[in-house]
């Protein structure tokens, strides 16, 4: 689906065409976003203004050498696009990174880049929130490696479009006990106790 943004419009990637573009990417690397919520659900039921892929923040060079052609963009916070140049070590606070084929072309793939401490993926909003690192993807049955849906869906949480609460939605039904528990105990940690989406996963 193609936007329209102030830096140039989007024109995402194909879901396998990401995976096969992303297939000699040294490092481990996960489907983010909306798509990840449908791998965790089985199916297709959105359509997508762009496509995201979480990286860790120690393996961001190795992206940049496996696209050595592409053009890429770092969003400073708090909202601006400046180039990344080749090799730069981004600062801590650069989470997310567009990137095109070239400068005349849409943009084709956001990477967000998230942290790690010790074994354990740390939640860039509030770093109490933490998970083994071996517990932050899994792999659809075509392959696809893509971020849990308890840890998508505590990043869609606080924005809460009406495409989150899509993705909240379809997931809920196939979240385990121990994801739903997860996912209630964080959201609150992060937002309170009285955030919607905990008195739902109560519920479930």
Not at 21 to 49: D, F, K, N
Not at 53 to 73: C, F, I, K, S, Y
Request: glycine content about 10%; overall charge negative.
């Amino acid at each position: 689906m193609r936007t329209e943004t102030p830096w140039g419009p989007w024109d995402p990637l194909s879901l396998p065409g990401t995976v096969g573009l992303l297939a000699p990417l040294r490092g481990p690397w996960w489907i983010a976003g909306g798509y990840a919520v449908e791998l965790a659900v089985g199916r297709s039921y959105r359509e997508h203004g762009d496509i995201d892929v979480l990286l860790l923040r120690r393996d961001q060079l190795a992206v940049q050498r496996t696209l050595p052609g592409w053009e890429w963009w770092a969003a400073d916070p708090p909202g601006t696009l400046r180039p990344w140049k080749p090799g730069e070590i981004l600062p801590g606070d650069v989470h997310d990174i567009w990137c095109r084929p070239g400068p005349d072309e849409p943009w084709r793939v956001q990477f967000m880049l998230d942290d790690v401490a010790g074994g354990d993926w740390v939640f860039r909003r509030d770093p109490r929130i933490r998970l083994p690192l071996d517990r932050l993807g899994a792999v659809s049955g075509d392959g696809v490696p893509y971020v849990v849906p308890e840890v998508q869906l505590l990043y869609k949480s606080r924005s809460r479009r009406p495409k989150d609460e899509q993705d909240f939605a379809a997931a809920l039904p196939v979240l385990g006990d121990d994801q739903r528990a997860w996912l209630t105990e964080t959201i609150t940690l992060a937002a309170g106790a009285d955030h919607p989406w905990a008195a739902r996963l109560r519920a479930a």
